[in-house]
C-alpha cells in the first residue's frame, strides 16, 4: 500500500466511511451563499474608503494610508514621504500611464526595479476593505517584482476601487481573461517566526504606504 493510501484509509476510518453526498454538498453551499451578510465579518467602518483604512493601519497589516483628491497630487504626496524619511527624490516608476502622465518634476526616474531598491511608485488595480490588500495584475506595464524589491513601496489606488470583500474581487473580474499572475498584497512584509515577535520587511517590502485617490463615486 502507498503511503498516500494509507492516509486516505486512515482520513476514511476518521470518519467511520461516511459516504459523501456531492448534490448534499452543493445544496449546503448554495444554503450559505443565499445569506452572505451572516457568513461574512463586518467592515471596520461604515464607509468602504474608511474601513479599508482602518484595516491597512491596523497593527497586523502594519502599513500606512493617506487620500488625496485628484492623482495629479501623487507627486507631491510622494515628496512629504520622501521628505518625512529623507531620502532622495530617486525612484523607481511603474510604467504605467496614470502613473507616468503626472508631472515627476524634481524627481529623478528610472522604470527598471533593482534588487536594493529604495523606493518604488505603483498602482493597484483592486483594494479590499475586509483585509487591508491590494490587487496587482502582472502585464507590459506592471512588474510584478516592483511588489516585493524595495523597501519602500508606495502604491496608488483609486476609492472607487475598493471593494468590501476578498469574494467581490473575485466577482468583478469573472468572466474577464485572466493575467499571467495576480498579487494580492497585504500591508508591509513581515513574519512572528522568531518568539512571535512582528519583524517587518523579512521577505519583500519593510515600509507600505497607500495613496487612496478621490472619493468613491469619483469618476476622475
Not at 523607481?92 to 508631472?103: K, N
Not at 479590499?128 to 523597501?151: C, K, M, Q, R
Request: include cysteine.
Amino acid at each position: 500500500m502507498s503511503a498516500r493510501e494509507t492516509i486516505l484509509d486512515a482520513v476514511r476510518s476518521g470518519l467511520g466511511n461516511t459516504a459523501v453526498d456531492p448534490a448534499a454538498v452543493r445544496r449546503d453551499a448554495d444554503a450559505l451563499l443565499q445569506d452572505l451578510p451572516s457568513i461574512r465579518p463586518a467592515l471596520l467602518a461604515d464607509g468602504l474608503v474608511d474601513a479599508f483604512i482602518a484595516r491597512v493601519t491596523s497593527p497586523k497589516v502594519a502599513a500606512t494610508a493617506e487620500c488625496i483628491a485628484s492623482a495629479s497630487e501623487l507627486p507631491a504626496a510622494v515628496g512629504r514621504y520622501l521628505e518625512a524619511f529623507g531620502l532622495p527624490a530617486v525612484v523607481a516608476l511603474q510604467p504605467a500611464a496614470p502613473l507616468q502622465d503626472l508631472d515627476w518634476s524634481g524627481f529623478e526616474l528610472h522604470d527598471k526595479v533593482a534588487p536594493d531598491e529604495t523606493i518604488a511608485i505603483g498602482v493597484a488595480r483592486w483594494g479590499i476593505a475586509e483585509t487591508g490588500s491590494l490587487v496587482f495584475h502582472s502585464g507590459a506595464d506592471t512588474p510584478i517584482l516592483a511588489n516585493f524589491l524595495p523597501l519602500h513601496h508606495l502604491v496608488m489606488v483609486r476609492a472607487d476601487t475598493i471593494l468590501p470583500f476578498l469574494d467581490d474581487y473575485a466577482a468583478a473580474t469573472a468572466g474577464q481573461r485572466p493575467p499571467r499572475n495576480v498579487n494580492i498584497v497585504t500591508g508591509a512584509s513581515g513574519t512572528t517566526d522568531i518568539e512571535g515577535s512582528l519583524v517587518l520587511g523579512a521577505h519583500g517590502p519593510r515600509f507600505l504606504h497607500v495613496v487612496i485617490v478621490g472619493t468613491p463615486d469619483s469618476s476622475e
